[in-house]
Each structure stands twice: as C-alpha cells, then as structure tokens.
C-alpha cells in the first residue's frame, strides 16, 4: 500500500529548480531512501512532502490525503526530524518534549509519560531536567529524534539523523530506527550516508540536481549500476593512459579518477590480468552503494 | 489570508511557560522603568510645570505611561522576542511541522505580546492608584483596553519583523517609529500645544487614540466623541493582524 505519494512534483526558487518533476511512491511500512549530494533537492523536497513549503507545481497525497487540504491531518501523523537542530533553548529537556506534545494536543499526564517514554528509549533520562545549551551535538540529536516520536507517528521523515555522531551514537539510533520500522513505522529517510543507507534502507532513490535519477532496492542498484565486485587499480601517471586505452579496447566498464581506476561488472578476474605490472596494484572488494552514488552524481563537487 | 485556529493558544501557552519562568529577567523593564519615569517626570518636572488641563502633571501623564509601556511590551516582545524566536531559534519552523499551522503561530505570538500588554497595564495601573492618580472606577476598563492596544502593536511589529532582514533592523523601528510615538501622542503633553500640522500627525500615531481613551477612563470623562478614538484602533487592529498573517506566511513557507 503506498502511504506517500508525490506526482509532477516541482519546486523553482527564484532561478533554481530545486525539484524538477518528483514522482515518487513510499510504501507502508518501508524504510525509502533519499540520497543525492548537498544541493540534490532532497530537503526541498521533504519540506514541501511535511507541509512546510508549498510545490511550486504537482500533488503530494500522505495516506490518501491531498497535502493542499489536509495538512493538518497529515502533520498530526508524521514524526519530523530536521538537520537543523531546532530544539527550544528557553525550555529544558523534558519541557521541550511536553511543550511539543501540547502542539499534538496530547494530555498532560500521556505527555509526561510520552516523554519519560522517548527519554529512555534515547538514553537521556538523567539528562531531562537540563537545559538545551547543556547537551552535547550528540545528545540534541538524540533529543531531536526522541521529539520526533512523541505524537506515536506512522511516518517519520528523517533528515540527516546521524549526522555529527560518534559511532556509539550512530549504532543506536540506528538499531531504534530498525526496531520502529518493524513496528511498522514507515521512514523516509534522508542521508549522504551510504552506510546508513544500505543497513536501514528497503529501497533508494538516488536524487541529483533536482531530478531523481534512479530508484530501487540497495542491491538492485549495486548490481544494475556496478555490479557485486569492483577492482580498484592503481596505476602510476606513466601507465595510466595506456592501462585506460587496453580497457577501453576490451570494452570494460570503468571509471578512472586520477591513478585509481575502477572496474565495474567483472564476473572474473581474468579479464583484468595481464593488464598491469604488478599484481598489488590490483585490489578487488564488494561493491557498495557509494560507487552507485559516484556512478550516478559524478566525482566533482555538486555545489 | 488563510484564518488561524484555535490551536494559537499553544503558542500562547509555551511564551506564557517561558515568561513566568524567566520573568525577573523582564520585571525591570516593565514594572520599573515606568515607575521612574512617572515619578521622574511627575513630581520633578511637575514642579515646574504646575496644572495642565486642570490636573496635576503628574495625574496628566499617568494614563500616557500605561498606554506607552502598554505598546512597548508588545512592541519589545514581536519584534526582539519574536525575530530571535524565528532565526536563532528556530521555533516556528519546529512548530509549523506539528498540526499548527503559520497563521496559529503568529496570531499566538500576536496575542501573547497583547497579554504582554495587558500585564504591563495592570501593574501601572495598580502603582498609578497607589499614588492615589486614579479618579473613577472606569479605570478597571484599562487592562482591556491595554489588550487590545497590545493586539494592534504586536501586529504593526510582527509586520515588520516579517520583512526585515537582521535583528539590526529593529533600531529603526524603535527610533523612527516607537520614540516618536512616546512623545508626540499627548502622553506629556495636551496635543494642543503642538503646531496644528504637527496635531493632525499625531492623529496618525496608533498611540494618540489610546492614551486619550485611557486618560478618558481613569478621569471618569467619557464623551461620544471617543468612540471614533476606539474604532481607530480596532479598524488598524483588523488590517494590521490581518496583513502580518500573510506576510508571514510569505517569509516562512518559501
């Protein structure tokens, strides 16, 4: 059952088409990646999907609900976690959550629960009486994501949760995150993680440029776009051009970014010997969703 | 416009949790600032002065200070208050993603610097009868009034902190606009004495109707004529709270 669905979704700022013609579909209960470099348009795009920011042109419908007229609905039921750290510097720990759980028009007493709740689950129990300026980078994130949680929500719409975290913290929130997926809670989740998102994700689109240039499961777009394995040889400046004339000849599929060379979609590696000197310049490794990512957004910086 | 709902009062409620918490941080400004200024200038330079319109200067100015400290809560609390609220903090955005929506936000700002407001007038008021300046029990109109003064200047403020772009912006707001107001709306002295041309301007000032109303009910002198002092106010009231919705809007959701 599709719980988020976005068609002809577009959004221009002055001379920047931040979205062009977004088409997308979240599943119940799915973890849906949205990955592409700074600038690639994803918290346009999930600003506009949370009701902040109005599309320039096209439909969003949450849980069948058109976002133009049922925007309250739809905010009453997501879980948003900004990158921004928007936490109320005025109030303490626990009164952020409260205060927060006021806006869902949730009742003292569920609210105070609510937020003990959210404070264990995160770990920050002894901390609720502190004020925000108290908190280390980590603890507001996770203060951020137990805030997130306090309206029980089926979506939650998560920009860039981990980012600034130690590993401890990172693994964390990630085993919450996977705990509450299979509770059911649907996640979109925004990230340049691509650890993050091959451990959390069911499915991906890869967004750059404002355009959403490919979609599908971690693997799927491993093996569509680089295949299982890729070779990684280095080559010295002399070489390089005579290595990369010999794949082009046999018709590799390859990628060179100054003297390291990768090889996608090689089922053996019998195709690659013979093609350099030394063995140890050859490095085989399983492919991963950063060189989709490379593949797909280019090596040069976006921005 | 889009309206707001019922949902403000959760705005209204969080700036009212803060305010109580950190309240002594204000208690200065606003209790005893207006006290200086009314002994100040009612007894010092009310010695000098004598009668004016047949009161004692210091019961002349009294009802002006609670209208002026009455526009200046509201006006400190939507343009300081409010603009660090938005850009440093952040607060709207992480409220406008819960089932409230920009309009809810503003019109809860707009009414809690009325309530700002509305404090503000009672605590001068009760000084104001303690110095025995208060001449008929019209006066407990006054907190009313204050409210909806506060309503009008925290619209005119959130306007314009709607479209300034740094924190910076507000010295012109306070020196082109609030100061002027404080000196030339009759709270110091009868618009009479003033050059006509300079009479008709201060007409302008949204502040000029409130301190004739507020001088009006702590005199017991109440005349038909005052009814145009009110609708002023509750017609600039009106299109300001109006046009500060949507200009907010423009600036929150781009």
């Given at each position: 059952?599709?719980?988020?669905?976005?068609?002809?979704?577009?959004?221009?700022?002055?001379?920047?088409?931040?979205?062009?013609?977004?088409?997308?579909?979240?599943?119940?209960?799915?973890?849906?990646?949205?990955?592409?470099?700074?600038?690639?348009?994803?918290?346009?795009?999930?600003?506009?999907?949370?009701?902040?920011?109005?599309?320039?042109?096209?439909?969003?419908?949450?849980?069948?609900?058109?976002?133009?007229?049922?925007?309250?609905?739809?905010?009453?039921?997501?879980?948003?976690?900004?990158?921004?750290?928007?936490?109320?510097?005025?109030?303490?720990?626990?009164?952020?959550?409260?205060?927060?759980?006021?806006?869902?028009?949730?009742?003292?007493?569920?609210?105070?629960?609510?937020?003990?709740?959210?404070?264990?689950?995160?770990?920050?129990?002894?901390?609720?009486?502190?004020?925000?300026?108290?908190?280390?980078?980590?603890?507001?994130?996770?203060?951020?994501?137990?805030?997130?949680?306090?309206?029980?929500?089926?979506?939650?719409?998560?920009?860039?949760?981990?980012?600034?975290?130690?590993?401890?913290?990172?693994?964390?929130?990630?085993?919450?995150?996977?705990?509450?997926?299979?509770?059911?809670?649907?996640?979109?989740?925004?990230?340049?993680?691509?650890?993050?998102?091959?451990?959390?994700?069911?499915?991906?689109?890869?967004?750059?440029?404002?355009?959403?240039?490919?979609?599908?499961?971690?693997?799927?777009?491993?093996?569509?776009?680089?295949?299982?394995?890729?070779?990684?040889?280095?080559?010295?400046?002399?070489?390089?051009?005579?290595?990369?004339?010999?794949?082009?000849?046999?018709?590799?599929?390859?990628?060179?970014?100054?003297?390291?060379?990768?090889?996608?979609?090689?089922?053996?590696?019998?195709?690659?010997?013979?093609?350099?000197?030394?063995?140890?310049?050859?490095?085989?490794?399983?492919?991963?969703?950063?060189?989709?990512?490379?593949?797909?957004?280019?090596?040069?910086?976006?921005? | 416009?889009?309206?707001?709902?019922?949902?403000?009062?959760?705005?209204?409620?969080?700036?009212?949790?803060?305010?109580?918490?950190?309240?002594?941080?204000?208690a200065p400004g606003f209790v005893a600032e207006p006290i200086i200024i009314l002994l100040a200038m009612g007894l010092g330079l009310g010695a000098y002065v004598?009668?004016?319109?047949?009161?004692?200067?210091?019961?002349?100015?009294?009802?002006?200070?609670?209208?002026?400290?009455?526009?200046?809560?509201?006006?400190?609390?939507?343009?300081?208050?409010?603009?660090?609220?938005?850009?440093?903090?952040?607060?709207?955005?992480?409220?406008?993603?819960?089932?409230?929506?920009?309009?809810?936000?503003?019109?809860?700002?707009?009414?809690?610097?009325?309530?700002?407001?509305?404090?503000?007038?009672?605590?001068?008021?009760?000084?104001?009868?303690?110095?025995?300046?208060?001449?008929?029990?019209?006066?407990?109109?006054?907190?009313?009034?204050?409210?909806?003064?506060?309503?009008?200047?925290?619209?005119?403020?959130?306007?314009?902190?709607?479209?300034?772009?740094?924190?910076?912006?507000?010295?012109?707001?306070?020196?082109?606009?609030?100061?002027?107001?404080?000196?030339?709306?009759?709270?110091?002295?009868?618009?009479?004495?003033?050059?006509e041309t300079v009479q008709t301007l201060s007409w302008i000032a949204p502040l000029t109707p409130v301190v004739h109303l507020t001088r009006a009910l702590i005199?017991?002198?109440?005349?038909?004529?005052?009814?145009?002092?009110?609708?002023?106010?509750?017609?600039?009231?009106?299109?300001?709270?109006?046009?500060?919705?949507?200009?907010?809007?423009?600036?929150?959701?781009?």
């Open positions: 059952m599709t719980i988020i669905k976005t068609q002809n979704l577009i959004k221009k700022f002055k001379d920047l088409l931040a979205v062009d013609d977004a088409n997308l579909e979240v599943e119940k209960g799915e973890c849906f990646g949205l990955l592409g470099p700074n600038g690639a348009g994803k918290t346009s795009l999930i600003r506009m999907i949370t009701a902040v920011s109005p599309p320039t042109k096209g439909d969003i419908w949450v849980l069948g609900n058109d976002l133009k007229t049922h925007a309250r609905q739809v905010k009453a039921i997501l879980g948003v976690v900004p990158q921004q750290d928007n936490l109320d510097p005025d109030l303490t720990v626990l009164q952020n959550l409260t205060t927060f759980a006021r806006y869902f028009n949730i009742p003292k007493n569920e609210a105070l629960r609510r937020s003990m709740e959210v404070l264990s689950l995160f770990q920050l129990v002894d901390k609720r009486n502190s004020h925000i300026r108290e908190l280390s980078g980590g603890m507001k994130r996770r203060l951020l994501l137990a805030r997130g949680l306090i309206n029980i929500p089926k979506i939650m719409i998560l920009d860039e949760p981990t980012i600034g975290l130690d590993p401890q913290a990172k693994y964390l929130v990630w085993h919450k995150l996977t705990e509450l997926k299979s509770q059911g809670v649907t996640q979109l989740l925004c990230t340049q993680n691509m650890e993050e998102a091959t451990v959390l994700c069911d499915r991906a689109a890869i967004m750059h440029q404002g355009r959403i240039l490919s979609l599908g499961t971690p693997k799927g777009l491993i093996s569509r776009y680089v295949g299982n394995e890729v070779w990684e040889i280095e080559v010295s400046s002399g070489e390089r051009d005579e290595v990369v004339k010999q794949f082009e000849s046999r018709g590799l599929d390859f990628e060179a970014a100054g003297n390291k060379i990768h090889v996608f979609h090689v089922e053996a590696n019998e195709s690659l010997k013979g093609l350099v000197n030394f063995p140890e310049q050859l490095r085989q490794r399983p492919a991963t969703l950063e060189d989709v990512f490379f593949r797909l957004t280019g090596r040069s910086l976006a921005e | 416009m889009k309206p707001f709902s019922w949902r403000f009062i959760r705005v209204w409620q969080r700036n009212r949790d803060v305010f109580f918490k950190l309240w002594h941080s204000e004598g009668m004016v319109d047949g009161q004692k200067y210091i019961e002349f100015i009294a009802p002006g200070i609670i209208a002026s400290y009455a526009m200046f809560s509201a006006s400190f609390e939507c343009t300081y208050g409010s603009f660090v609220r938005m850009e440093y903090q952040k607060t709207y955005d992480a409220i406008i993603a819960t089932p409230l929506n920009v309009e809810d936000v503003i019109a809860g700002e707009i009414f809690w610097g009325a309530t700002r407001s509305f404090m503000t007038g009672i605590v001068i008021l009760v000084i104001a009868a303690a110095f025995q300046l208060v001449h008929s029990p019209w006066a407990v109109v006054i907190p009313v009034l204050a409210f909806l003064e506060g309503i009008m200047f925290a619209s005119i403020a959130m306007l314009f902190t709607s479209v300034v772009p740094s924190i910076y912006s507000f010295n012109y707001y306070f020196t082109l606009f609030i100061t002027p107001m404080f000196f030339f709306s009759g709270v110091f002295f009868p618009l009479s004495s003033f050059p005199n017991g002198e109440l005349y038909p004529n005052l009814l145009w002092a009110l609708a002023l106010i509750i017609v600039l009231t009106a299109l300001f709270f109006s046009i500060s919705l949507v200009t907010m809007r423009r600036r929150l959701t781009i």
